[in-house]
């Protein structure tokens, strides 16, 4: 029992007592379903017999089943056999179609039909009397994802698969296969397979371009994924299509520099593979190196030039360190306006330096854009 004491302090107290024998009435301790749903055994609490005085032998006729939830039927209420190990009594079920684990099977004693020696009736109201069927249906495909780079595609079912029927084995290549339909990329095979509960990736070396008109369609090996109660997936599965993306242009990789500070973003090349990028809601400049392949992004260096709000701005190199940069807004050192500012950025990225600012006109609103361009070697046109 659980309550509370002295001082609102938390207990838990456990009792022991003793009960004279008649006054223990007849119940099911607990009940549970074979592996192959055909039979279900009741254990009972003492020992019971079907008629008053000790005597007669329980009788299929003395419990009641019921069978509520998931797909599976129950033919008949009355259990179809009984046989009886000291007080576990084991009764046949007649269970129609394919039990999917959500089903719900009670057992109630019949009333006035289970008593014990000392005439105490079990009654068909009962709290450890149900159980659940055991799942029969294999595991079915929920969803198939293909991978933003085409690299790979993600099949999820609906329970945690294994490559053999004990629920065990890491799946293999070869427990799939995957065809592709239209378009102009191909996919030969799946070159390795992971798995992370019941989400599967399936990493595709796909040959050629995909333009996005792609079927790419995943198909489960016969007899080779189970789920953990052993059954097995089926070969023929809804859900295991999806379309490839469009590889003309395509996502190859992403990095979030900065969070909630992200507008207005001007990016300059400043040679090979260094890029300097000004972004708000704050002034920010920051330098990237971004591989020849687009697929790796590293932050270098940052500089917060503007420690209130900045509104429309552009981005120029005048050379190769030096950058001018013209926008609306604020500036610690010379107040509000429009303001024109350059900076020493060296060409490793690894440094940015704020380096002038003139404020030309002290007029700014939110809608203020801002246009640089070049003229000359050192002459440039604002708008």
């Not at 990789?253 to 207005?264: E, I, T, V």
């Not at 807004?329 to 350059?342: F, N, P, R, S």
Request: charged share 15%; net charge negative.
């Amino acid at each position: 029992m659980a309550l509370a004491g002295q001082s609102t302090d938390g207990f838990i107290r456990t009792f022991d007592y003793t009960r004279a024998a008649n006054t223990v009435i007849p119940r099911i301790s607990s009940v549970a379903v074979a592996a192959d749903n055909a039979t279900i055994a009741v254990t009972m609490n003492e020992a019971v017999y079907n008629a008053t005085g000790g005597s007669g032998n329980l009788e299929t006729s003395d419990f009641a089943l019921s069978l509520s939830g998931g797909a599976a039927t129950l033919g008949s209420t009355t259990p179809t056999s009984i046989s009886k190990s000291g007080n576990v009594y084991t009764l046949g079920m007649n269970i129609s179609g394919t039990p999917s684990g959500f089903e719900e099977i009670t057992v109630r004693p019949v009333d006035n039909s289970i008593y014990d020696a000392s005439n105490n009736e079990a009654v068909p109201n009962q709290i450890m009397n149900t159980d659940y069927l055991t799942d029969k249906v294999g595991p079915t495909i929920y969803s198939t994802v293909v991978g933003a780079s085409n690299r790979n595609v993600v099949v999820t079912f609906s329970d945690p698969v294994f490559n053999t029927s004990s629920g065990s084995g890491a799946l293999q290549a070869n427990d799939f296969s995957v065809s592709v339909r239209g378009g102009t990329a191909t996919v030969a095979s799946i070159s390795s397979v992971s798995v992370s509960g019941s989400a599967v990736t399936l990493a595709l070396p796909t040959a050629g371009v995909a333009n996005g008109s792609e079927t790419l369609t995943v198909n489960v090996a016969a007899n080779s994924v189970y789920d953990n109660y052993g059954n097995a997936a089926g070969t023929s599965q809804s859900n295991n299509t999806a379309t490839l993306k469009d590889g003309r242009i395509l996502v190859k990789n992403g990095l979030m520099h900065h969070a909630s500070q992200g507008y207005d973003n001007k990016i300059v090349r400043m040679n090979k593979d260094r890029y300097l990028l000004a972004y708000k809601n704050y002034g920010y400049l920051q330098t990237f190196t971004i591989s020849d392949d687009g697929a790796t992004i590293t932050e270098v260096a940052s500089l917060n030039h503007a420690t209130s709000t900045v509104y429309q701005q552009d981005l120029l190199q005048i050379d190769s360190d030096t950058y001018i940069l013209a926008y609306g807004g604020y500036d610690a050192q010379t107040g509000w306006g429009q303001h024109i500012k350059t900076f020493k950025v060296k060409p490793d990225g690894t440094s940015i330096v704020d380096i002038g600012d003139l404020v030309h006109d002290t007029y700014y609103q939110t809608d203020n854009y801002v246009s640089l361009l070049r003229i000359d070697v050192d002459t440039y046109a604002i708008a």
